[in-house]
């Protein structure tokens, strides 16, 4: 697989394994530090890579909806996640699906 070049306008996040009451709260600073301190400015496309999650609950949907409401109204969340994986099935359940592109593979969500 290749990937679209990185640039400071696109920053992608991998995402851990689980998704939960855990970590969520520990995860949101580090979204927001990652779309903030590019060399060149805040990113414009924040791409957070669930392939790797396995597991996600509500807290997963919240941190989602957290990190969009607080990053600059111009940097826009992009998600990828697995087809048939439970972080897909966690959005399409929740309705998240309908607000924030989801992408099937992270060249996609880079390149979009």
């Known amino acids: 697989m290749t990937l679209p070049p990185f640039s400071a306008e696109r920053v992608m996040l991998p995402l851990p394994s689980e998704i939960d009451a855990r970590n969520a709260d520990g995860l949101l600073p580090l979204i927001m530090y990652q779309a903030r301190s590019g060399s060149e400015g805040p990113a414009r496309v924040m791409v957070l890579d669930l392939s790797g999650t396995r597991f996600m609950d509500s807290q997963g949907i919240r941190l989602i909806n957290d990190a969009r409401r607080l990053l600059l109204p111009d940097t826009r969340v992009h998600v ?12 399409e359940v929740t309705g998240l699906r309908r607000d924030v592109p989801v992408y099937d593979n992270l060249p996609e969500a880079m390149a979009a």
């Open 80 to 91: 990828v996640a697995l087809p048939e994986s439970v972080a897909s099935r966690v959005l």
